[in-house]
């Protein structure tokens, strides 16, 4: 049983434009949403994350939006570059140490 | 890159064969993860440490095992290997559970 749903599993975008990419979880106890993102070849690094007192988070280029009611969580990626092709995978876990679990992954890729 | 050596980076063996996996780390991290990465499946998790020779189980630990008997290296072991557990493995430290984790570069294992 998947816990946390991820879509789409692949995306194409033209450089300067925005990345979505959707989270969907069952668990109500989970109160920690990270983004990690992967390079071919290399293991996944932390992008960004948040906890549920927030509604959005931004990092540079990044912004995690937050939906406590629908148990939804996006990314979002604007202006769009080609380095950031890649792999993007969302999380969640708990505090009472659930165990971080894992989407099914987003390949992005984005034209120039 | 943080500290994670994982060997080999790649292996082939037959099925039957026992295979295992090392992870060396230089950060001094408490916690240690494997992680499988098949697609479609994100990352899932084997096994994971909280300490020297303190192990628990994850999602997907049937058919492998772990020891941790130094703060540094991290073992998974496939007593007896499959061709279902073709796969990346990748290993993984964190100081605090399940946040900010740091990934190796993984290893990818075919089983014939």
């Known amino acids: 049983q998947q816990q946390v749903k991820q879509s789409p599993q692949s995306l194409i975008v033209q450089k300067g434009g925005i990345s979505i990419i959707n989270c969907a979880y069952e668990?109500?106890?989970?109160?920690?949403f990270p983004w990690y993102q992967q390079f071919p070849g290399k293991g996944p690094a932390l992008l960004i994350a948040?906890?549920?007192?927030?509604s959005e988070k931004k990092e540079g280029r990044f912004t995690i939006s937050f939906n406590k009611s629908a148990k939804q969580f996006s990314l979002h990626i604007m202006d769009s570059q080609p380095g950031d092709s890649a792999t993007y995978f969302c999380?969640?876990?708990?505090?009472?140490?659930?165990?971080?679990?894992f989407g099914g992954g987003t390949r992005v890729l984005v034209k120039p | 890159d943080a500290g994670i050596t994982q060997s080999p980076r790649h292996k082939v063996t037959e099925t039957g064969t026992p295979v295992t996996l090392r992870c060396h780390q230089t950060?001094?991290?408490?916690?240690m993860y494997w992680y499988r990465q098949d697609p479609g499946h994100g990352l899932r998790l084997i096994h994971y440490s909280y300490g020297v020779k303190d192990t628990d189980k994850g999602e997907v630990s049937d058919g492998y095992s772990v020891s941790r008997s130094k703060t540094e290296d991290f073992l998974l072991t496939l007593e007896s290997a499959t061709s279902s557990q073709t796969s990346v493995y990748f290993c993984a430290i964190s100081e605090l559970l399940d946040e900010k984790l740091f990934f190796g570069s993984g290893t990818q294992l075919s089983v014939l």
């Open positions: 950060e001094n991290h408490r916690y």
């Open positions: 668990n109500t106890a989970f109160d920690y």
């Open positions: 999380a969640a876990s708990t505090a009472a140490g659930n165990k971080l679990t």
């Open positions: 948040i906890r549920p007192d927030v």
